[in-house]
């Protein structure tokens, strides 16, 4: 799938499915590529890569000639927005946006002059996105996480910030900011569905994308249903630890 087809189908509010890496392995990011995801997320926030397994990583998401590569980046700022683009990332998801002025930033880092502050350097992006300006611009998506008490308060405001693509969902953080004593704690799903609910709700009034990161498929497809319009299934170095640990169970009997 090209960049352009991508942003397109997440524009039009399709139903879009990705896979979320952790782990520093091109060979690895390679074959998920194969798998038949619409797009791989790179975690450059909490995962264990850094600038140069990004752009193995990225690099080995398009010779596979399926899925595009979205990066996580560690901050919402100009510098790691536009490496991450610059190496050739399809669009970022950029963490904690507490705030529309926040998305405004994140929107602007990722477009050029004179919508944006993005500094024209396009070493890998040029190859699959651009190098034109505008056509880089176009091609590009720019999702902001909700996941902190001010975000989902605000979350309206933010969605309406002209530019962005969609909002994104941290789902252990936004159970923590509705008052959850760990990312998992059921005493307070009620309040967690209540804001998951919010969220859709405003990216749908603004006509935005609405995505959800998902520990596994089942709980993909249910978000889907609910109405967020793409999910990422998560990640490989989780299911690496329960698929082995399933086989060793498995190899002593049960």
């Given at each position: 799938?090209?960049?352009?087809?991508?942003?397109?189908?997440?524009?039009?509010?399709e139903r879009i499915?990705?896979?979320?890496?952790?782990?520093?392995?091109?060979?690895?990011?390679?074959?998920?590529?194969?798998?038949?995801?619409?797009?791989?997320?790179?975690?450059?926030?909490?995962?264990?890569?850094?600038?140069?397994?990004?752009?193995?990583?990225?690099?080995?998401?398009?010779?596979?000639?399926?899925?595009?590569?979205?990066?996580?980046?560690?901050?919402?700022?100009?510098?790691?927005?536009?490496?991450?683009?610059?190496?050739?990332?399809a669009g970022v998801?950029?963490?904690?946006?507490?705030?529309?002025?926040?998305?405004?930033?994140?929107?602007?880092?990722?477009?050029?002059?004179?919508?944006?502050?993005?500094?024209?350097?396009?070493?890998?992006?040029?190859?699959?996105?651009?190098?034109?300006?505008?056509?880089?611009?176009?091609?590009?998506?720019v999702l902001a996480?909700?996941?902190?008490?001010?975000?989902?308060?605000?979350?309206?405001?933010?969605?309406?910030?002209?530019?962005?693509?969609?909002?994104?969902?941290?789902?252990?953080?936004?159970?923590?900011?509705?008052?959850?004593?760990?990312?998992?704690?059921?005493?307070?799903?009620?309040?967690?569905?209540?804001?998951?609910?919010?969220?859709?709700?405003?990216?749908?009034?603004?006509?935005?994308?609405?995505?959800?990161?998902?520990?596994?498929?089942?709980?993909?497809?249910?978000?889907?249903?609910?109405?967020?319009?793409?999910?990422?299934?998560?990640?490989?170095?989780?299911?690496?630890?329960?698929?082995?640990?399933?086989?060793?169970?498995?190899?002593?009997?049960?």
């Open positions: 799938m090209s960049a352009h087809e991508f942003a397109a189908r997440l524009r039009r509010r499915l990705g896979y979320w890496s952790v782990l520093d392995c091109p060979v690895a990011h390679e074959w998920l590529a194969h798998v038949g995801w619409d797009y791989l997320a790179l975690d450059l926030q909490h995962g264990l890569i850094g600038y140069s397994g990004m752009l193995a990583g990225l690099t080995a998401i398009d010779a596979a000639g399926g899925p595009v590569g979205l990066v996580r980046v560690e901050a919402n700022d100009p510098t790691p927005i536009g490496r991450a683009l610059d190496a050739g990332a998801i950029v963490p904690l946006v507490n705030t529309a002025d926040e998305a405004a930033a994140a929107v602007a880092a990722a477009t050029y002059p004179p919508n944006g502050i993005r500094s024209y350097g396009p070493m890998r992006s040029q190859l699959r996105i651009g190098p034109l300006p505008a056509d880089a611009d176009r091609d590009t998506v996480m909700i996941e902190t008490p001010r975000g989902l308060a605000e979350v309206a405001e933010i969605c309406a910030v002209p530019g962005l693509d969609g909002v994104y969902v941290g789902p252990s953080d936004l159970r923590l900011a509705v008052g959850g004593a760990h990312s998992n704690d059921p005493a307070v799903a009620d309040e967690f569905e209540a804001a998951l609910q919010k969220v859709r709700e405003a990216a749908a009034a603004a006509g935005i994308a609405a995505g959800i990161h998902t520990p596994d498929g089942a709980t993909a497809a249910r978000r889907l249903a609910q109405g967020f319009t793409f999910a990422s299934v998560a990640s490989d170095v989780t299911h690496l630890k329960a698929v082995s640990a399933g086989h060793l169970k498995d190899a002593l009997g049960g």
